[in-house]
């Protein structure tokens, strides 16, 4: 009779500074959320180098097939839509 005793696997994301966005900076095995926050905290922030956490389940991530990367990710050459240059711009616009 097999038993699973492995903790679940959790994905971490840290923002290092306010206004940032979070990175993923690894995974840890924990019981549950509360340890999977403690444990990323110490990991993965030592040096004061984060001001915000997040932990996922790997297991509730859901993904794209890469195999199906052509129909989510389709070149954008024609859809003239999404690359407005045909528009004049106002001069007050500076950086578009």
């Given at each position: 009779?097999?038993?699973?005793?492995?903790?679940?696997?959790?994905?971490?994301?840290?923002?290092?500074?306010?206004?940032?966005?979070?990175?993923?900076?690894?995974?840890?095995?924990?019981?549950?959320?509360?340890?999977?926050?403690?444990?990323?905290?110490?990991?993965?922030?030592?040096?004061?180098e984060?001001?915000?956490?997040?932990?996922?389940?790997?297991?509730?991530?859901?993904?794209?097939?890469?195999?199906?990367?052509d129909?989510?990710?389709?070149?954008?050459?024609?859809?003239?839509?999404?690359?407005?240059?045909?528009?004049?711009?106002?001069?007050?616009?500076?950086?578009?």
């Open positions: 009779m097999s038993t699973n005793t492995e903790w679940p696997l959790w994905e971490v994301f840290v923002r290092s500074r306010a206004g940032l966005d979070h990175k993923h900076c690894g995974s840890l095995h924990a019981a549950d959320p509360q340890m999977a926050i403690q444990m990323a905290r110490d990991v993965y922030t030592r040096r004061q984060g001001c915000s956490v997040w932990v996922v389940r790997s297991d509730q991530i859901v993904a794209n097939d890469p195999g199906d990367k129909m989510y990710f389709d070149p954008a050459e024609d859809k003239v839509y999404r690359h407005p240059t045909f528009f004049k711009l106002p001069s007050e616009v500076d950086h578009m």
